[in-house]
């Protein structure tokens, strides 16, 4: 009797076996069914704001919280975009993101992402199109603002000075991020008669690329200028800036070189702590909750807002930064 109890508890236990054999497999396709598919075309991995910019994306689009994400790096170009952006659209995903790497040359890839009716939605930086039914929503930063933060911090600093000497280093051309920073600067030099641009280079928002220039830059001069203010477009080309002028000397600091930043990210803000930033204006790349925001609005069907900037960023001098500052700082 035992024998036969313990046989048929064997085979109710194989039976259990081979219905959940079957049918987790088949649960596992319907909850992967149910998530919702992003194709991502990010610029590539230039600063330390992109590389946060991107770890926030993957960490909000994740499966845990019903994402499938497929994420394309285009290595600063274009054209790589071009191709992520049609790969997507051949997999049919449900929402397109894309950080551009410029404003211009987007219209007919766009134009197809319609016509297979996948919404697209612009991250960070903008892009130009005359259609605006090409893209749904766009999220970022307005980095015009950024730029004026900056320039009303300048026209403060040296409102007394006669003269004041600039160098300005462009971030990627035609990105957003540079037209904005560029016109806020420009304007400001157009309203300061005091203010004297002595050189403009493009340092890509890169450390090396920015680096690159000022030692040429440095190099070809008769004999080294009084610098007053460095405007770097970004933290990074705010690093190789000074590594390049104190290799030729001079001083980033209180007396020396100001040199200002935009991203304000950890390490920038530690610079700025020991001075050798001056001031650093925020910008936050920490994009991904608020393209979720968006994605679940559409999901649930209601009216969306064109563009959403991204809400509250701060400026820093040296004597703004405290340990628990850069402690808690998240990029
Ligand atoms: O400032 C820079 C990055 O587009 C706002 O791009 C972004 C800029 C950011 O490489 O560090």
Known sequence: MKHIWISLILIVLALLGIFYGFRQPQEMADEEEDLIVIGMSQVGAESDWRVANSESMKQVFSEENGYRLLFEEARQKQENQFSAIRRFIQQQVDYIVVMPITEIGWESVLQEAKEAGIPVIVA????????????????????????????????ETFKDQPQVNIIHIQGTLDSTAQIGRTQALENGLAANPNWNLLSRMQGDFTQAKTYEVMTEYLRSVDSLPVIDVVYCENDNEAFGAVEALESFGYRCGPGGVAVISFDATREALQYCRNGKIALEVECNPLLGPLVEEVIQILESGQELPKTNYV???????????????????PY
């Open 124 to 155: 960070d930086r903008k892009m130009d199109v005359e259609d605006p039914s090409l893209i749904t929503a766009h999220v970022g930063a307005d980095v015009y603002a950024e730029g004026r933060k900056a320039v009303i911090w300048m026209e």
């Open 311 to 329: 809400p509250k960023e701060e400026v820093f001098t040296p004597q703004d930064i405290t340990d628990e500052l850069l402690e808690q700082r």
